[in-house]
């Protein structure tokens, strides 16, 4: 997708998070001084559409490694019982097929080579869980989750399907959402173009549209000159926000003590 995004556009072009191969949905691609707020978005919280599919497991968790039959079964009841132990915080071990670093090489290349490797546990936190679907006799679960960044819903299938002793894997995955973006407003593959970026509407954001989810502080013309040259502010509200010099969005700050402290400083215009 993003090489898709990168044809024609004399700026650079990055990302703010991938998608298994296996998935589908919403991906936040970014041009020029918008890849400078990656990690900024990519902490956002997810929204996703899950399909387990139970009584099989796989090699990756997903469609696309060895699925191995089970014969395994469960029951609606069973499954609707079993989501509260995903809710809030939950301990994932990370897939093997991820691209976390274990000893100095990404997990998926050991993958790819047939190894095997002890994957790193993490904590990591699920909002919400529910149960939109379950179809008893193709022994499918359709759920619908809300995720902190870093949360892997294939380990999450998997763990659902161990956790009722009948085996499961992530069957399809699509991503709706991300903080406040939804994959409804978002362009298609054969949407982008340096045409379609150079115009504002549906799917095109700017700076600031793109972290309105932040809040906006107004600068001083005094203030104003230290945020552009990336500098500490005193006297600003706790928390990460937005800073303006006018009409001008100079870069995000954030107070944690007794100053604020600049994660992005943007070029001021000319």
């Known amino acids: 997708m993003v090489r898709t995004a990168r044809r024609g556009v004399g700026a650079r072009v990055g990302h703010a998070g991938t998608l298994d ?7 936040l691609i970014l041009l ?21 599919q139970f009584g099989a497991i796989s090699s990756t968790a997903d469609p696309t490694g060895t699925i191995t039959t089970t014969g395994g079964s469960v029951e609606l009841r069973q ?23 274990v000893d100095g090489e990404a997990l998926y290349k050991k993958a790819h080579r047939g190894e095997t490797a002890e994957t790193p546990e993490r904590e990591v936190v699920v909002y919400d869980l529910a149960l939109a679907d379950f179809d008893e006799k193709a022994q499918t679960a359709r759920l619908l989750a809300r995720t902190a960044s870093g949360t892997y819903m294939r380990a999450l299938a998997e763990d659902l399907g161990a956790a009722l002793g009948a085996g499961a894997y992530a069957a ?14 978002a362009l298609g593959p054969d949407e982008l173009s340096p045409e ?6 549906a799917g095109i954001l700017g700076l600031g549209e793109a972290l309105s ?3 906006r502080y107004e600068l001083s013309a005094a203030e104003a000159r230290l945020a552009a040259n990336g500098n500490e502010l005193p006297d600003v509200p706790l928390g990460r926000f937005r800073v303006y010099g006018g009409d001008e969005l100079l870069g995000i700050y954030e107070r944690l003590g007794d100053v604020a402290r600049p994660i992005v400083v943007f070029p001021r215009s000319v």
């Open 196 to 201: 379609r970026y150079a115009k504002d509407g």
């Open 32 to 52: 020029g001084q918008a890849t400078r707020i990656s990690n900024v978005l990519m902490g956002l919280p997810k929204e996703y559409d899950l399909t387990v």
């Open 79 to 101: 499954v609707a019982g079993a989501l509260e132990r995903f809710r809030g915080r939950i301990h994932q071990r990370v897939p093997l097929t991820s691209a976390v670093k």
């Open 21 to 27: 191969p296996f998935a589908s949905g919403l991906l």
């Open 172 to 185: 399809s995955l699509r991503r709706t959402g991300i903080g406040g973006f939804s994959v409804d407003d």
């Open 213 to 215: 989810f932040l809040p």
